[in-house]
């Protein structure tokens, strides 16, 4: 038995945030009568209809697991009020139409990189469960050159919305003469993380990019994402992994 807004969700009807909108909007009927939001159903039990059409479980697609370099200037959603350009907009319609993709957690629009969609919601909630730790490798211009004693603050924490942040990795790459190259690795993901620590250490963020999430790496595979824009589908062992080894509480 699952919530009947997930299961539209993985029906690809919609995401899983319309699916509620739709629910209150009394489109939704479970065996005859409206759908409230928090109902369960088993669609192998249940007749469930959307706009008075009956929902079965050939509707179901099946899980998708999709790495994509996502390129500056596109929106983590799966569509956008201001109608800018999203993640599912990079893939061709035969993939994403009808799937139930969605991106699993967020690059800000400025931002580049590494950045899963699946249509897999456990797996979703698994990812983004703040009980569990998926490393995430980042390599970030910042402007002028910090300090060693700087880096080792953020290393150890900082202060974020009154709360400390979780310990980092952080190597210097490349220093320039106005800028430096480093590597970050994070095991939590708030908003704008990166972006805002840098700016409250005094050295403000210039290009981020994300190369990789655990064991992921967009090099790793072949060349075929080395253009931003670009995708491809994940392989079994890259799935295994995700599943049972990238996640440890």
Same mark, same amino acid.
């Given at each position: 038995?699952?919530?009947?807004?997930?299961?539209?969700?993985?029906?690809?009807?919609?995401?899983?945030?319309?699916?509620? $909108?739709?629910?209150?909007?009394?489109?939704?009927?479970?065996?005859?009568?409206?759908?409230?939001?928090?109902?369960?159903?088993? !669609? &192998?039990?249940?007749?469930?209809?959307?706009?008075?059409?009956?929902?079965?479980?050939?509707?179901?697609?099946?899980?998708?697991? @999709?790495?994509?370099?996502?390129? %500056?200037?596109?929106?983590?959603?799966?569509?956008?009020?201001?109608?800018?350009? $999203?993640? /599912?907009?990079?893939?061709?319609?035969?993939?994403?139409?009808?799937?139930?993709?969605?991106?699993?957690?967020?690059?800000?629009?400025?931002?580049?990189?590494?950045? /899963?969609?699946?249509?897999?919601?456990?797996?979703?909630?698994? /990812?983004?469960?703040?009980?569990?730790?998926?490393?995430?490798?980042?390599?970030?211009?910042?402007?002028?050159?910090?300090?060693?004693?700087?880096?080792?603050?953020?290393?150890?924490?900082?202060?974020?919305?009154?709360?400390?942040? =979780?310990?980092?990795?952080?190597?210097?790459?490349?220093?320039?003469?106005? %800028?430096? /190259?480093?590597?970050?690795?994070?095991?939590?993901?708030?908003?704008?993380?990166?972006?805002? @620590?840098? &700016?409250? =250490?005094?050295?403000?963020?210039?290009?981020?990019?994300?190369?990789?999430?655990?064991?992921?790496?967009?090099?790793? &595979?072949?060349?075929? !994402?080395?253009? $931003?824009?670009?995708?491809?589908?994940?392989?079994?062992?890259?799935?295994?992994?995700?599943?049972?080894?990238?996640?440890?509480?």
């Amino acid at each position: 038995m699952e919530r009947v807004q997930k299961i539209l969700s993985q029906c690809g009807v919609a995401s899983r945030r319309q699916a509620e $909108t739709m629910i209150i909007a009394g489109r939704v009927e479970v065996n005859g009568r409206k759908a409230q939001l928090g109902d369960k159903i088993d !669609l &192998e039990r249940d007749r469930v209809t959307v706009d008075h059409k009956l929902l079965t479980v050939q509707h179901r697609p099946k899980n998708l697991y @999709i790495l994509i370099n996502k390129p %500056r200037g596109v929106v983590c959603t799966c569509d956008d009020p201001q109608n800018r350009r $999203t993640v /599912l907009d990079l893939l061709p319609s035969g993939v994403k139409k009808g799937q139930g993709l969605h991106p699993v957690g967020r690059l800000d629009i400025n931002s580049t990189g590494a950045l /899963l969609l699946t249509n897999d919601g456990d797996l979703t909630l698994k /990812l983004t469960h703040p009980r569990y730790h998926l490393p995430k490798t980042y390599k970030v211009w910042v402007k002028n050159s910090p300090s060693e004693s700087v880096l080792e603050k953020w290393r150890n924490g900082v202060i974020l919305d009154h709360k400390k942040t =979780l310990p980092a990795q952080i190597k210097v790459l490349k220093r320039q003469r106005q %800028r430096t /190259l480093l590597e970050v690795i994070l095991i939590e993901g708030r908003n704008r993380q990166i972006r805002r @620590i840098a &700016e409250q =250490l005094g050295y403000p963020v210039l290009a981020l990019h994300r190369s990789a999430i655990g064991a992921i790496k967009l090099n790793s &595979e072949d060349q075929s !994402l080395k253009e $931003t824009g670009n995708y491809r589908y994940l392989n079994p062992k890259e799935i295994h992994y995700l599943k049972h080894e990238g996640l440890t509480p």
